[in-house]
């Protein structure tokens, strides 16, 4: 169950070519102050699907050094019946401009089984640099970190593309610049455990890592209409597999129109 919490957090960690200053221009058009979404995550390892785990996405206009942001918070945890077995706390939170999406601060503070991560990420927009502990770093045009990533990733217009066309754009995570892109396969319904959805799928082309084999394996669905909110997310892991299913939300910017039925 080593990192199955963590996987949804840092799901964008993707290879790819850096993005023009072309998404530059990508405005909020997806989501609001208030909105709140829910998670329950499933581990498969021998054929049964069991709720390992949950994690929860926040949005709320705060300010920032005199200035309002959209504050976004990620949550993940580990159930308490598997805490004896891997207990995971972790919290991430990106500030971020309500005008460009281009994030100005990243906080990662990373608890799952012991091993700890507090990662502290300031941005210049103006010199295009990211500074941590470890030192200041020259990062592209429309840099963007984990949450913020997913948050801009939400504002993509899809119509505009053909399935298998891939959308790039870069990210620093781990004082390195990451260029990133998801392969657009289209549009189906998928049915969840909250319900039935039309849905946009996508693959992100994943770096190799210590829980995810490296290529397009993982998954996406995200609902097909102006919100673009997370359904489900599918992937294979070193051992076994994850599910992870949209449960609850609130506050969102539409009506979830994408919704053909609710459990």
């Given at each position: 169950?080593?990192?199955i919490?963590?996987?949804?957090?840092?799901?964008?960690?993707?290879?790819?070519?850096?993005?023009?200053?072309?998404?530059?221009?990508?405005?909020?058009?997806?989501?609001?102050?208030?909105?709140?979404?829910?998670?329950?995550?499933?581990?498969?390892?021998?054929?049964?699907?069991?709720?390992?785990?949950?994690?929860?996405?926040?949005?709320?206009?705060?300010?920032?050094?005199?200035?309002?942001?959209?504050?976004?918070?990620?949550?993940?945890?580990?159930?308490?019946?598997?805490?004896?077995?891997?207990?995971?706390?972790?919290?991430?939170?990106?500030?971020i401009?309500?005008?460009?999406?281009?994030?100005?601060?990243?906080?990662?503070?990373?608890?799952?089984?012991?091993?700890?991560?507090?990662e502290?990420?300031?941005?210049?927009?103006?010199?295009?640099?990211?500074?941590?502990?470890?030192?200041?770093?020259?990062?592209?045009?429309?840099?963007q970190?984990?949450?913020?990533?997913?948050?801009?990733?939400?504002?993509?217009?899809?119509?505009?593309?053909?399935?298998?066309?891939?959308?790039?754009?870069?990210?620093?995570?781990?004082?390195?610049?990451?260029?990133?892109?998801?392969?657009?396969?289209?549009?189906?319904?998928?049915?969840?455990?909250?319900?039935?959805?039309?849905?946009?799928?996508?693959?992100?082309?994943?770096?190799?890592?210590?829980?995810?084999?490296?290529?397009?394996?993982?998954?996406?669905?995200?609902?097909?209409?102006?919100?673009?909110?997370?359904?489900?997310?599918?992937?294979?892991?070193?051992v076994?597999?994850?599910?992870?299913d949209?449960?609850?939300?609130?506050?969102?910017?539409?009506?979830?129109?994408?919704?053909?039925?609710?459990?």
């Amino acid at each position: 169950m080593k990192k199955i919490i963590s996987c949804l957090l840092t799901l964008p960690i993707l290879v790819g070519a850096l993005a023009g200053d072309e998404f530059c221009s990508i405005r909020n058009t997806a989501f609001t102050n208030g909105e709140n979404i829910g998670f329950n995550i499933y581990y498969n390892v021998i054929g049964l699907y069991v709720n390992a785990g949950s994690a929860n996405f926040s949005v709320n206009i705060e300010p920032l050094n005199n200035k309002p942001v959209y504050h976004i918070v990620g949550l993940g945890n580990s159930n308490s019946s598997y805490d004896w077995i891997f207990k995971v706390r972790d919290k991430y939170e990106s500030f971020i401009d309500t005008n460009t999406l281009q994030p100005y601060k990243f906080l990662r503070n990373v608890d799952e089984g012991g091993y700890k991560i507090n990662e502290n990420v300031t941005f210049n927009r103006q010199a295009n640099t990211a500074t941590s502990a470890k030192g200041t770093f020259k990062v592209p045009n429309c840099i963007q970190d984990v949450l913020s990533s997913i948050y801009y990733a939400r504002n993509i217009d899809f119509s505009k593309y053909k399935p298998d066309d891939k959308i790039p754009f870069s990210m620093f995570l781990d004082n390195e610049v990451h260029g990133l892109y998801i392969k657009y396969l289209g549009k189906e319904i998928v049915k969840t455990r909250y319900g039935k959805f039309r849905a946009i799928k996508f693959k992100p082309l994943l770096v190799k890592g210590t829980i995810f084999q490296g290529g397009e394996k993982m998954t996406v669905w995200v609902s097909d209409d102006q919100n673009h909110v997370p359904l489900r997310i599918e992937s294979p892991i070193v051992v076994g597999s994850i599910k992870v299913d949209m449960m609850h939300y609130q506050n969102l910017r539409y009506p979830l129109s994408a919704a053909i039925s609710l459990k």
